[in-house]
């Protein structure tokens, strides 16, 4: 069943993937649910185009590709923000006047008509995010004003260094919602992980000066955080959950594992869980536990980016770390 997301964004009970391919301009806009549009070809030749996209409770993320240059005119709904993130940087699309190049996004509020115009071969990666959602989150965990800075322009600068790391987090949505089922938990915590990828991507201007934490302070944060992430080591605690447990802003907290351990919270808490996977699965007897059900007992819900992860921490498989664990060289010699 397919939803009609022209009415405000529903509030779903479960996650919806689709994937569709189109033959014709005006098939590829009526693909994509809930947006008031029309596609017009302009240069000749089969067309062709393709859309994957991931349904969330107050998140769409979606893929679309195009093989020829298509001038669009389309609209949000109406309680929602689109972000237009271009895949790669060797074509150049346009919002209105205004290029969408390698180092910025494109952004429009829902219930406002935009022109689009992409050339062939173009691919984006759209995410739509509930007005509501978007505005909470900016202002409680980001402290910044995202959509104040693009409301004239339709263009957002990027730092271009995470641009291609945002691009894979969306990719790999995409890639794993065609075979996983998702919890209301784990839906939760992929829309934040998105709201807080995108706005370390867009760099946005604090609303108020950072007030950095006394030394002291700066390394309660941190073990604070480690503790937090340990009492819940059955889920994966997002940037954001972390800011509001500790009542202090991303900023801060960025700024308070930088100078404590030189990484970012992310790559920390990522870190945290892969270890204690890791010393469950080295304490594991023959046959008690498999890669399966450790990966699941410190919150990673997709084995294949658990898998990835853990090999480029630790330099080897979980598997290969479970099968040398067992194996009759690592044995305890008898006395």
């Known amino acids: 069943m397919t939803t009609d997301l022209s009415s405000p964004l529903p509030r779903a009970t479960a996650c919806r993937f689709e994937t569709s391919v189109a033959h014709d301009a005006d098939e590829q806009a009526r693909n994509l649910h809930g947006w008031t549009q029309t596609y017009d070809q302009l240069t000749a030749g089969r067309f062709v185009g393709r859309l994957t996209g991931l349904h969330l409770d107050d998140m769409h993320?979606?893929?679309?590709?195009?093989?020829?240059?298509?001038?669009?005119?389309?609209?949000?709904?109406?309680?929602?923000?689109?972000?237009?993130?271009?895949?790669?940087?060797?074509?150049?699309?346009?919002?209105?006047?205004?290029?969408?190049?390698?180092?910025?996004?494109?952004?429009?509020?829902?219930?406002?008509?935009?022109?689009?115009?992409?050339?062939?071969?173009?691919?984006?990666?759209?995410?739509?995010?509930?007005?509501?959602?978007?505005?909470?989150?900016?202002?409680?965990?980001?402290?910044?004003?995202?959509?104040?800075?693009?409301?004239?322009?339709?263009?957002?600068?990027?730092?271009?260094?995470?641009?291609?790391?945002?691009?894979?987090?969306?990719?790999?949505?995409?890639?794993?919602?065609?075979?996983?089922?998702?919890?209301?938990?784990?839906r939760h915590n992929l829309q934040a992980s998105v709201l807080s990828s995108l706005f370390d991507l867009c760099g946005t201007v604090s609303l108020e000066p950072v007030a950095i934490p006394a030394r002291p302070r700066r390394q309660w944060i941190v073990s604070e955080a480690r503790d937090y992430v340990l009492a819940n080591r059955d889920r994966p605690i997002g940037v954001p959950e972390l800011c509001e447990h500790l009542h202090v802003s991303r900023r801060t907290l960025q700024y308070c594992f930088q100078d404590v351990l030189g990484l970012a919270p992310a790559s920390y808490l990522r870190a945290i869980r892969l270890n204690g996977a890791r010393r469950d699965l080295c304490g594991a007897a023959p046959g008690e536990r498999t890669v399966q059900d450790v990966a699941a007992a410190w919150g990673f819900w997709h084995l294949s980016q658990f898998a990835t992860d853990y090999r480029k921490l630790f330099g080897v498989r979980p598997s290969e770390t479970l099968k040398t664990v067992h194996s009759p060289a690592s044995a305890p010699l008898a006395h």
């Open 61 to 186: 993320v979606f893929c679309e590709t195009t093989s020829q240059t298509l001038r669009q005119t389309c609209e949000v709904p109406p309680d929602a923000c689109w972000f237009g993130i271009p895949a790669d940087d060797q074509r150049v699309g346009r919002i209105g006047p205004q290029p969408i190049g390698g180092d910025s996004l494109a952004f429009q509020r829902g219930g406002v008509e935009f022109e689009l115009l992409t050339p062939g071969g173009y691919a984006i990666f759209g995410v739509v995010v509930r007005g509501e959602v978007l505005h909470r989150h900016a202002e409680f965990v980001e402290h910044a004003d995202l959509i104040g800075q693009a409301a004239h322009t339709g263009i957002i600068p990027i730092d271009t260094q995470n641009k291609a790391r945002f691009c894979a987090l969306l990719a790999g949505m995409l890639d794993d919602a065609a075979s996983a089922a998702l919890s209301d938990r784990a």
